[in-house]
């Protein structure tokens, strides 16, 4: 009678069903793992333009309530001007200048600390109060 190798005996055995099962689920699993690390790290620049996103817009609704706090376009003559303000994540540049009578346009440029920008344009009314 002819001598099998060792190994060609464990494959023919029961125990031979175990290796692709092994193989299957190790490859399922690295699959998975694989291909969720560039959904973290796209989760994790999300979250940062998120939050860069949240900054412009808190900067210029705090600009906005400044400006019509203090209302700086009343101090001038032809209601035209430029104001900046410093806030603990950002500067905000803020221009204003008249449309129609009793409105101007006031124009917000604001940048954070770590660069982001965004400027929008809101008409505001006033009363002139003699």
Known sequence: MKRQLASIKTLRSDQAF?????????TLVLIIVLSSIPLYQNHIEMTTFTEEQLKLETLIQMAYTQVRKEQ????HNDRSGEISYNYPYGIVYVSYFPKDIGWIIV??????????RETTSIPLRFILSD
């Open 18 to 26: 175990f290796f692709p099962y092994m193989l299957f689920i190790i």
């Open 72 to 75: 700086p376009y009343l101090l």
């Open 107 to 116: 124009n917000f440029q604001a940048l954070t600390d770590n660069g982001a």
